[in-house]
């Protein structure tokens, strides 16, 4: 189970890495080319225009908030497999149980070392994925905020 924690784990903060640096990098050249579209226009006022505006909004708001639904699914599932993992290393101590009788602390042991592993895995991949998503979301509105400002209809 620790594998597959790894291996979302892996995949979640290669999801991550891709948005920072498209908030650093592409992002930058992406808004000026919907600035530049909008401006120019030369007429900002009809209905027409306003149409135009919206579709430049909503293509940015797609390109900005590309896979972000992704990684919050991946931080969701990260503690739920530590939970299933918890599950397997908990029928591992009652199958232990069952064959000697209940008594051997020992053997037991190995099975709660199994459950408990996975879960505090789980939980910290989802705590820094959780913090990750939540700049990120962050960044994500207050790019998509300054491009809003920008294409104004008043000039």
Sequence with gaps: MLWLIALLVFF????????????????????PQFVADWEGRGERRSWNAKQIRMRLL?????????????????VALCPLLGLLGTVTGMIEVFNVMAVTGGGDAKSMAGGVEKSTIPTMA????????LFANTYLQRVASREQQLLEDQLTSDH
Excluded at 18 to 30: D, K, P, S, V
Excluded at 58 to 74: F, H, K, P, Q
């Design 58 to 74: 909503s293509t940015s708001r797609e390109l900005i908030n590309d896979n972000m639904n992704v990684i919050a699914t991946c």
């Design 122 to 129: 789980g939980m910290v991949a989802a705590l820094s994925g």
């Design 12 to 31: 979640m903060w290669t999801l991550i890495f891709e948005r920072l640096w498209y908030f650093r990098r592409a992002g930058r050249r992406t808004a």
